[in-house]
Nanobody, 111 residues
Framework: HVQLVESGGGSVQAGGSLRLSCVAS????????KGWYRQAPGKKREFVSM?????NIRYADSVRGRFTISQAKDTVYLQMNSLEPEDTAMYYC????????WGQGTQVTVS
């Protein structure tokens, strides 16, 4: 049974920081890449950042320079600094292995 559990979301003022974590369990085989997406109310889910096994990293233009993705075994992190109201969304982690797996989401609200 695969499970991805996110934590670290919350409410902060603009300019503040949050650190999201996502811990995976039950995934068999190699995880090829880990990433974060987000979905604001009334909008489509959008890419935020990803990191692969070779430590290649990509960021959405909107978060580059403010967000930092990192990983450990079975875990992916997203350090979010200089948060803006436009960053308000539900944040989802994803692990890509034999299949793509998604977490349940953690809410980030920036006021």
């Amino acid at each position: 049974h695969v499970q991805l559990v996110e934590s670290g979301g919350g409410s902060v003022q603009a300019g503040g920081s949050l650190r999201l974590s996502c811990v995976a369990s039950g995934i068999t085989g190699n995880t090829l890449q880990k990433g974060w997406y987000r979905q604001a109310p009334g909008k489509k889910r959008e890419f935020v950042s990803m990191i692969d096994n070779a430590h290649n990293i990509r960021y959405a233009d909107s978060v580059r320079g403010r967000f930092t993705i990192s990983q450990a075994k079975d875990t992916v992190y997203l350090q979010m600094n200089s948060l803006e109201p436009e960053d308000t969304a539900m944040y989802y982690c994803t692990f890509s292995a034999q299949f793509d797996y998604w977490g349940q989401g953690t809410q980030v609200t920036v006021s």
